[in-house]
């Protein structure tokens, strides 16, 4: 199958590729400006004309074409595009270190909300392009963007919660980029900080929580983290397939300074699955988790009855 870089293999439209625009020249003495088309082995030419849309002419056979001509190139009509969708560069030096992509975004994301209508949407574009070049996630972008809109009313950094509707999202919607994340070196990029000591040594840290489960035969799943992730996150156990049996384990720093865990039913309220959370409650596999999650709850509620 061929690609639009491919040119065209035959006949006068020879070497022409998908997108380049043509001055064609029939034998009849009629002129076509337009751009190159090919479906199924057969050339066409996309008009330009006084309609919205244009017309396509063809298919053309060798005798009927005297000649062709490429007035533009399909890269040049790509690169003329490219130029409409972005605009005016934003002032700035071209990023090279990950201090300079990171500062090049945050730039254009303010510059773009003080902007309005096609501008506004030409800097946001200008930022994708370059968020892109670094390969940073969907979820990270998401956090720059609307940080510059937090900017806009605030001076103080934002937390997630002055984001997002909540102190905890999904990591795939929204997620506070490390500084490594604006390397442009993707060996960089791809290194995993080290936990700090404290998430290492408490048991109740999410990590180890979630370690700790795996190795008791539960498959838990995070979905939702906070700030910082290995102390705030809601954690999804199914005890029967699919959602019909499922807690929700939810870690927070309590007022003490302990990450401490409440477990939840993760079901709905329906009349089947209450039945459905009165059948998991009485399951083995509930009370081991029950016991693992809340060891800490129920280790301070035990001593709190004996004093």
């Not at 905890?168 to 070196?185: E, G, K, T």
């Not at 596999?285 to 999650?293: M, N, T």
Request: with cysteine.
């Amino acid at each position: 199958m061929s690609s639009p870089d491919d040119g065209y293999p035959h006949g006068p439209f020879k070497g022409c590729r998908q997108q380049d625009r043509l001055l064609v020249t029939l034998t009849d003495g009629s002129v076509l400006r337009g751009k190159f088309l090919s479906q199924v082995g057969m050339a066409f030419v996309h008009v330009d004309d006084s309609s919205i849309i244009g017309k396509v002419e063809g298919p053309f056979s060798a005798e009927e074409v005297k000649s062709v001509e490429v007035t533009t190139t399909r890269d040049e009509v790509m690169d003329e595009r490219r130029e409409r969708r972005l605009g005016d560069r934003h002032p700035g030096r071209e990023p090279v270190t990950r201090d300079d992509f990171e500062y090049r975004l945050e730039s254009l994301v303010k510059a773009a909300f003080r902007e309005e209508g096609e501008r506004r949407s030409q800097l946001l574009r200008q930022f994708e392009e370059t968020a892109d070049r670094i390969k940073l996630a969907k979820a990270k972008r998401n956090w720059l963007i609307r940080a510059g809109l937090w900017g806009a009313k605030s001076n103080s950094p934002p937390t997630l919660k002055d984001l997002w509707m909540s102190d905890v999202a999904s990591p795939s919607l929204i997620a506070r980029p490390r500084p490594q994340d604006f390397d442009p070196d993707p060996v960089a990029r791809r290194k995993r900080p080290p936990l700090p000591k404290e998430a290492v040594e408490d048991p109740f840290s999410v990590p180890n929580m979630t370690a700790r489960l795996r190795v008791e035969g539960f498959d838990p799943e995070v979905v939702l983290v906070g700030e910082p992730a290995w102390e705030r996150a809601v954690v999804q156990i199914d005890l029967g397939p699919g959602r019909s049996m499922r807690f929700c384990a939810n870690a927070a720093r309590s007022a003490a300074g302990l990450i401490e865990w409440t477990l939840r039913w993760g079901g709905n309220d329906s009349e089947a699955a209450r039945k459905k959370q009165r059948q998991a409650t009485r399951l083995p596999a509930y009370v081991r988790l029950r016991q693992i999650v809340l060891g800490r709850a129920e280790t301070t509620r035990i001593r709190s009855d004996q004093t």
